[in-house]
């Protein structure tokens, strides 16, 4: 099974999300969470803390856990994939851009659109957002 982490990073009064327009396969030129593989005995959280010092050179230390899903096998894939979703909240800072892509702080609306065509995927970083603001207590969604 493939491992990976896609971490949300919000501003600390939850009214803007980091995003990466990446600029490689899969989802060139869509924005999406921070995140990478799992590498071998490296747990989710390390693997979370790496993965967002390597893209943004932000340092986070304890980032929280929203829920970890099961892709299973598809046409796409020929293995199950896992993916952790994590989040944290820091200072708004710029980050460069780099191999992965270019980094743009978004306001929350234009990651909540579950109908907005930039963002990578089937509407779950939407889904995911919004679960966060609930359990955070910033919107009362349920």
């Given amino acids: 099974m493939k491992r990976y982490v896609l971490l949300l990073l919000f501003t600390k009064d939850f009214k803007k999300v ?9 989802y ?6 921070i995140g990478g593989k799992i590498e071998n005995n490296e747990t989710v959280i390390e693997a979370t803390i790496r993965e ?3 893209e943004t050179n932000i340092q986070i230390s304890k980032p929280k856990l929203l829920v970890t899903c ?3 096998k598809s046409i796409n894939s020929d293995e199950d994939k896992e993916m952790a979703v994590l989040y944290d909240c820091v200072d708004e800072v ?10 743009e702080w978004k306001n929350i609306d234009f990651a909540l659109d579950f109908n907005n065509k930039q ?7 939407a889904q995911f957002i919004k679960e966060i603001l609930d359990i955070e207590g910033i919107v009362k969604f349920y």
């Fill in 18 to 26: 980091l995003l990466i327009k990446r600029n490689k396969k899969p």
């Fill in 28 to 33: 060139a030129n869509l924005y999406n969470g």
């Fill in 52 to 54: 967002c010092k390597e």
């Fill in 70 to 72: 099961i892709y299973p």
């Fill in 94 to 103: 710029d980050i460069e851009e780099n191999y992965e892509g270019s980094f």
């Fill in 119 to 125: 963002i990578a995927g089937l509407s779950n970083l």
